[in-house]
């Protein structure tokens, strides 16, 4: 008999050009006439060319780094040779050091905010609850934001994206007061064929997300806004074939790539869901970077993997997510970039194991956990 998962897995890869999303703005959400066709643009792809303001020596590698204290405040008083680089568990020399503080020293450009709204992966009942809480959010503090905000609406027909980031809460509550009720047609209800469709599209719409912003400038927080997909372990799906883990490999490198490209640190905020609706924490047994095809699995891409793997975090679920927003939020301005030069890659997706050590006691730093390197000379776009 042939395995369900199998059947049901499409030969899931991060190649996605030629994929669309419909524009979304005010006029074509709050303001559309009803039965109004919107135009569906392309997503640009990134270049193989850094943008022109990334003045970036060939082949370092840039690192946000957020350092904490014990009461989750920013540390910004740290130099160079208080953090110890290593790289695959060897010393790594910092070639570039800047601090932003957000009070003398801001990032330019400004840190964006993302916030991607999971209408595919929430129960139905908690769709109100998310829109209400967002709806909070913006509109705090008169509706004027400290970080320039976009949203993203993930549904079963892909995603719908507001054309630009802006600073005015109220205007960008206005568009999500527009979003019209999403029923699913990927309903958990439909057991493991279902699971498998929304893990497939949610992963692609992660992949799509990181590879437009991969050709702006500037940090990013991408905020999702649910549970994140179905984990999908090998008790839920039986067994890989070499072809799938090959695929599921080639996923996770290019994934890993895209969203270190494009600054973006991963935060997952979601309500408060019973334990037979969600399994939030069991990804904590899969954070540790895959290094070869054979240890590939779809667990490798759940949420919570990303969000450690690339400096975010993982916030318990609760149903004040919009004090849950501000806090990711308030991580935006305050952090430290550095570059260093990676040693020679001896084969192709080379896994790197990465750790920043503050060399003070007490204090928590979080930053791209690992990368994949390339031998000298191999075409792999930009850094």
């Known amino acids: 008999m042939r395995p369900l998962w199998r059947a049901g897995w499409m030969g899931l890869s991060c190649c996605i050009a030629g994929m669309t999303v419909a524009a ?17 643009p392309v997503l640009k792809q990134r270049q193989a060319t850094r943008p022109k303001n990334m003045v970036i020596p060939d082949g370092t590698i840039q690192l946000n780094v957020v350092v904490t204290d014990a009461a989750g405040k920013p540390v910004m008083d740290l130099q160079p040779w208080d953090l110890k680089l290593l790289d ?33 992966n929430l129960p139905f009942q908690q769709v109100a609850i998310v829109r209400q809480e967002v709806d909070q959010y913006l509109r705090r503090n008169g509706g004027h934001l400290e970080q320039p905000v976009s949203v993203i609406l993930l549904t079963d027909k892909g995603i719908r994206v507001q054309p630009r980031p802006s600073q005015d809460g109220n205007a960008v509550a206005q568009v999500v007061h527009g979003i019209e009720g999403n029923i699913r047609t990927l309903d958990p209800a439909m057991g493991a064929y279902g699971a498998l469709e929304r893990l497939q599209l949610s992963v692609k719409q992660m992949a799509t997300i990181a590879e437009n912003e991969a050709s702006k400038p500037g940090r990013k ?61 069991e990804y904590q047994a899969y ?58 890659a001896g ?30 000379g191999a075409a792999t776009g930009a850094q």
């Open 24 to 40: 979304w703005s005010q006029q074509g959400g709050a303001g559309a006439a009803p039965g109004a066709q919107t135009p569906n």
């Open 88 to 120: 695959n568990g060897k010393p790594g020399k910092i070639l570039s050091f800047k601090k932003f503080d957000g009070v003398q020293v801001m990032p330019q450009p400004p840190v964006e905010v993302i916030l991607v709204m999971d209408m595919v």
């Open 221 to 281: 927080l991408l905020i999702w806004l649910g549970p994140g997909w179905p984990l999908l372990t090998r008790p839920d799906v039986g067994y890989y074939s070499q072809r799938e883990q090959d695929r599921y490999f080639a996923t996770i490198v290019e994934l890993s790539r895209s969203l270190r490209e494009a600054q973006i640190a991963v935060y997952s905020v979601g309500p408060v869901l019973n334990d037979s609706e969600t399994r939030i924490f």
């Open 287 to 344: 954070v540790k970077g895959v290094k070869n095809a054979n240890d590939a699995g779809t667990p490798n891409l759940a949420l919570g993997v990303l969000a450690e793997q690339t400096g975010g975090r993982v916030m318990t679920p609760d149903n004040d997510m919009s004090v849950q927003i501000a806090r990711c939020v308030a991580e935006a301005n305050a952090y430290y970039r550095i570059g260093f030069d990676p040693p020679a």
């Open 347 to 376: 084969h192709a997706d080379e896994y790197h194991e990465l750790k920043l050590v503050a060399d003070r006691p007490g204090l928590t730093v979080r930053t791209t956990t690992g990368y994949y390197d390339e031998p000298a």
